[in-house]
Nanobody, 119 residues
Framework: QVHLVESGGGLVQAGGSLRLSCAAS????????MGWYRQAPGKQRELVAA???????NYADSVKGRFTISRDNAKNTVYLQMNSLKPEDTAVYYC?????????????WGQGTLVTVSS
């Protein structure tokens, strides 16, 4: 079994900052891409940011310049630093990872963490 556990969500005022963390645990041989997605009420889940094991990043246009994704490969952990938050960033944020285990390849999702930005 492989699990992703997220933390760091909460309530923040517009213009504020939050840092999300997501740690992978289990029988992990390697983790390729790790990413953050979000889903706002009534909307489809969308990619926020992703990072490869080599540190190549990709961001949604709506968060470029405000959010930063990073990872610590030794800790199997990915982070999302969110600055200059806007009410439209309110959503459940999900961690996602492409993980190689002793049983093969798995795409794993976290349980989600709620981020609420008040105006």
């Amino acid at each position: 079994q492989v699990h992703l556990v997220e933390s760091g969500g909460g309530l923040v005022q517009a213009g504020g900052s939050l840092r999300l963390s997501c740690a992978a645990s289990g029988l992990i041989l390697n983790i390729n891409v790790m990413g953050w997605y979000r889903q706002a009420p009534g909307k489809q889940r969308e990619l926020v940011a992703a990072i490869t094991s080599g540190g190549i990043t990709n961001y949604a246009d709506s968060v470029k310049g405000r959010f930063t994704i990073s990872r610590d490969n030794a800790k199997n952990t990915v982070y999302l630093q969110m600055n200059s938050l806007k009410p439209e960033d309110t959503a459940v944020y999900y961690c996602n990872a492409d993980i190689v285990t002793i049983k093969g390849y798995l795409e794993v999702w976290g349980q989600g963490t709620l981020v609420t930005v008040s105006s």
